[in-house]
């Protein structure tokens, strides 16, 4: 980064760029979108964040206690979800673009992969299955040089007890979207709305 920032604030941040993104009636799966628009707001504060196609998985806390114990993963019970990367020690599924749509998810770095911003990380949560996610999340690894080659790293929720993983992936379609090729008329009104917004919180530090 530029320079340092606390994770409150970026969570701040991130909370008014989302609730917009949503208010201007766009989707919830909107990834591309949000990223774009958090990522605008970081730059017209001085802070570097870089996107990152990552696969993003979350499962609740029944699921994650019984594959931590070592139960396969079909007979763990409760439930998990995931974008691009379903399930710990498979493969990540194909990224692709195709039009507006990707299947994949895109996050926010710093340069030196220290810390994540996941603006959209709601889209994984499944509340009615015992697996809320509120609102974006902010976190950072405790190996980054590891998680940028590869490695998932993995964030329980001490709250909720939900746990969230994200393994960087290579793939760049994702530059291919709409969201990114330009920024839409739309969506830079919306980002200068949000950006709007976060002057009037306490100054990045």
Avoid at 4 to 25: K, M
Avoid at 41 to 49: E, I, S, T
Avoid at 58 to 86: E, I, L, T
Avoid at 97 to 118: E, K, M, Q, T
Wanted: aromatic share 8%; proline share 9%.
């Amino acid at each position: 980064m530029s320079k340092t920032v606390s994770t409150v604030w970026l969570e701040h941040a991130a909370l008014i760029v989302r609730q917009h993104i949503l208010d201007a009636g766009y989707q919830v799966q909107t990834c591309l979108e949000t990223t774009r628009a958090m990522e605008y707001v970081l730059r017209a504060h001085g802070l570097r964040f870089e996107p990152q196609p990552v696969g993003a998985w979350a499962c609740c806390p029944q699921w994650w206690a019984d594959m931590s114990s070592g139960v396969p993963q079909d007979q763990c019970r409760g439930f998990s979800f995931g974008v691009g990367d379903p399930m710990p020690g498979e493969e990540p599924l194909p990224l692709v673009a195709a039009g507006r749509a990707w299947d994949g998810h895109l996050i926010l770095r710093s340069p030196n992969a220290d810390v994540l911003i996941d603006p959209s990380a709601d889209q994984l949560g499944s509340p009615e299955r015992n697996m809320p996610v509120m609102g974006p999340f902010v976190a950072r690894p405790q190996n980054p040089i590891a998680w940028m080659t590869g490695q998932r790293a993995f964030f329980p929720n001490s709250t909720t007890g939900v746990v969230l993983a994200y393994r960087a992936t290579s793939d760049q379609t994702w530059r291919g979207t709409p969201a990114w090729t330009g920024m839409p008329k739309r969506l830079r009104a919306v980002a200068d709305e949000a950006l709007r917004r976060t002057w009037a919180i306490e100054a990045p530090k």
